[in-house]
């Protein structure tokens, strides 16, 4: 896959793609849907499968105090997708230049003169151009007035439950992976290279490998049962693990992270890359008046998520 950045000098090898246009945060079974449609239109025309979606996310960009809501990071947001088979993501740089860009502007000089595209597959309740003012029947008249063909993928729900990068962040506030996983298509997974923490877990008996969650929406803090897959170095493969998600209150009130502890492993994994799979929510986040007492839960915690993995791992997504 080809990543595509700046769409004012792009290579005449990068242009002329089907695309499907959004932010694509969690890459879930709507957005699915929609590569779906775009990988079809791209076989029968002999194009490239693209996506087209934006670094930083609009939502960041504007109000880049607001609480973080991603889903996932670009890095696994563009690795998801190479899985899927784009062949060229046109993550471009929002910046002043490109949010200016008015609804006919972006249609005109980004789709068309700029990026080629010949096919534009979007959602029915797409918007786009400065202000959000450019609806998805705009881009069907804008498509007719410059050249390019759009199609209107429709929503996937589950009945009356509309699957969205909303709807997931919901499930996963209210410790519903199985929820979330359900509109993914796949389990909620955390990703990131392993950092050092404060290797309390050594001095208790559990050693971890913690990841940051900067920028990220935050689960349901808590335990949780996980699959860890570690994604380079020797130890490269998938183990079952216990993980907490939080603020780690038995210790005073630090930076929220992931921490997790691997049944039956004992290598040193520092720096290595890990994807961290919320399998099944557990039980809240709790502060321990002794050590004693968090190790006694610590030993229950682990041995309730061996028996739910045991029972749930043929269901891993």
Known sequence: ???????????????????????????????????????????????????????????????????????????????????????????????????????????????????????????????????????????????????????????????????????????LSEGRPEDAARMLGHWHRIEGPVIQGHQRGRELGYPTANISIDGLHPPKYGVYAVTVDILDGPSAGRYFGAASIGERPTFGVYKPNLEVFLFDFHADIYGANISVALVDYQRPELKFDTLEALIVQMDSDCDLTRETLNNMYSQDL
Do not use: W
């Not at 004012?8 to 089907?18: E, H, M, P």
């Open 1 to 171: 896959m080809r990543i595509i950045r700046d769409y004012q000098f792009i290579a005449d090898v990068d242009r002329g793609a089907v695309a499907a246009i959004g932010n694509f945060d969690g890459v879930h079974l709507g957005h699915q849907a929609a590569l779906n449609l775009v990988r079809k239109i791209a076989d029968e025309s002999g194009s490239y499968v693209g996506t087209l979606t934006f670094e930083p996310h609009p939502r960041e960009y504007f109000a880049p105090e607001s609480p973080a809501f991603r889903l996932m990071s670009a890095e696994a947001k563009a690795n998801r997708l190479d899985k899927l088979g784009v062949e060229r993501l046109y993550q471009l740089n929002f910046n002043a230049a490109l949010s200016a860009l008015g609804a006919r502007e972006f249609a005109r000089d980004v789709i068309k003169k700029a990026l080629g595209l010949t096919h534009v597959v979007i959602g029915a309740d797409f918007c786009f151009g400065n202000g959000r003012t450019g609806t998805a029947q705009d881009l069907m008249d804008y498509g007719k007035e410059f050249g390019f063909e759009v199609t209107i993928a429709e929503l996937v729900k589950d009945g009356e439950q509309i699957f969205s990068s909303t709807a997931i962040r919901n499930a």
